[in-house]
């Protein structure tokens, strides 16, 4: 079960509604469809494979349908999208895509109702890139969630996806493969937009293009992020005491030392090692200051097992710190290992960067200098009180190398027994 506590659904959608964006009027042949959704709707058909009925360009967008399919290049040096008369609010999405090489599209959803909107800013843009050394893979929401590259994409072939908006939850599978999820409340309801090609010669073709509505959710309270910063609950605990490593055990070959109140980890050249502390947390936020220089290998584990003997990701979530060369790096700074990805660029190697975990249950949410680096639904084997972890491990995307790295200011607010209540 999400975080959300979903209240009681019994509001009825409309499907098909008037929608002006930039100069786009709705088309004559727009009817409006009436939908009974006191329970979950079954699939429908969002693009027929005939016409482009209950859709309107604007801007570049030049859409035809050929073959059952939907296709969608630009005729101007601007930008262009096709438009759903349709406004959803909670739905699933599935559709099939195809890029020409190159290409750069998308699909945004919850679009709102505005004229003179930017789909991609105002609502939630799925981006369509089957590159896989660029910032914003295939299944990214833009400038809010980076997708893991999928490595079972077809370049050049057909490739499945199925975007899910349940309240404020968004989650993007690429061939049945989650790639991406992120908890935002930036547009509840709006449009289906699909992108025309960011290049004149680009193209990008959908097909078998159907959508599912939810129930209704509602939700009046804090996120998860708010709510563990603002609220008075939870006890505040400094985990460092600056002077010494009091309440902390060596795990490993790495040299740890305390000077002027920075806890400094060395892998010296070993197999690396870490610096746990003796209790255990569940619930928590963690606040911690770091430096570390490029390439270097470093990175916070919480919750990890208490009996664990070793430390590593199947007994323990881990927070990377840690840049390599290339936007192909699967885990930049921010990212929870193997759950969540996270932007490059967060962070400065010459200057103290501030790391900020958010647990409760099974939601957890990294900020890296103020941003939102990573969220990740995790599953029930990592949801359990476990131990904190620094890391410190030799190089190993591109040498051996050792590496190096400091903490100061680590603090806790503990949030042990004490329901949420937000949302």
Known sequence: MLLARRLNRTIAYCLCMSFAFLSCSPSQNETDVEVNTTKEQEWQ????????????????ADARVEGQQLILRRNADAPGWLISNAQPANFELKTEFKLSEGTNSGVAIRVPTKRNVDPVTSGYEVNLDNRADIPNPS???????????????DPQGWNQLHVKADGDHIEVKVNGKKVVETFSRRSSKGAIALQAPLTDAGEVRFRQMQIKELPPSSFSQPQLRDYMLSTYKGSKQTLFDGESLNGWQKLGEAKWSVAQGIITGDSQGSDGGYLCTDKTYKNFYLSLQFKIAFEDNSGVFVRLQPDATEV???????????????????????SINTHARAFTGLISYEEWNTMEIFAF?????????GVKASEATVPTKYQEAGKIC????PRVATDEGPSQVSYKNIQLKNFEGIPFVGY
């Open 361 to 369: 249950d099974e939601q957890l949410s990294v900020y890296v200098n």
């Open 312 to 334: 590593s990701l199947d007994v323990g979530l881990e927070v990377n710190v840690y840049d390599a060369p290339g936007m192909a790096w699967a885990h930049p700074t921010g």
């Open 390 to 393: 620094l890391q410190v491990y």
């Open 45 to 60: 058909t969002l693009f027929n494979g005939e016409t482009l009925e209950n859709w309107n360009s604007t801007g570049s």
């Open 139 to 153: 299944g990214t929401l833009d400038f809010l969630a980076r997708a893991f590259w999928n490595e079972d994409i």
